[in-house]
């Protein structure tokens, strides 16, 4: 710019950023995101963790949980061996009819993939039951000391 035309009465350039259609789109992102997250939370599979039961519970619990034992080799339910994951969905569907409370209680191995896991618990919530618990094994029944 020249020094005259300031004094002319030219108007000066502005070099400042416009923010508002900054604004408008974090503005928009944000309610998509608040809109989304109730449908993402309820698509989830919901895992309640396995908590100790208060002994006046117990007595009046008089069923048996039922446990899935997941290995690389089988889907153990309770003690039973199952031979593909349609019986062990059969037979959990018969064994839940029976059940009051709809609770599965599952562990795994180890060695056993996360994904096997995931799915075994997708096709134990498909056969009905209602809370699923995740139980950890203790050291002393797996044979394996855990490292560090």
């Given at each position: 710019m020249r020094?005259?035309?300031i004094e002319k009465g030219a108007q000066k350039e502005l070099a400042e950023i416009n923010v508002t259609p900054l604004?408008?789109?974090?503005l928009t992102l944000i309610i998509i995101l608040m809109v989304i997250s109730p449908m993402i939370m309820q698509s989830m599979i919901k895992v309640h963790s396995s908590k100790a039961v208060k002994s006046t519970q117990a007595e009046k619990a008089k069923e048996k949980p039922l446990f899935v034992r997941i290995t690389n080799e089988a889907i153990y339910l309770n003690t039973e061996k199952m031979g593909s994951e349609e019986e062990f969905s059969l037979r959990l569907i018969k064994e839940l009819e029976k059940k009051s409370d709809k609770a599965v209680m599952i562990t795994a191995n180890r060695e056993v993939?996360?994904?096997k896991v995931v799915h075994i618990l997708d096709l134990s919530r498909q056969s009905g039951a209602v809370k699923l618990s995740l139980v950890k094994r203790a050291e002393r029944e797996t044979g394996k000391?855990?490292?560090g």
């Open positions: 020094k005259d035309s604004g408008d789109v974090s993939p996360h994904g000391k855990r490292p």
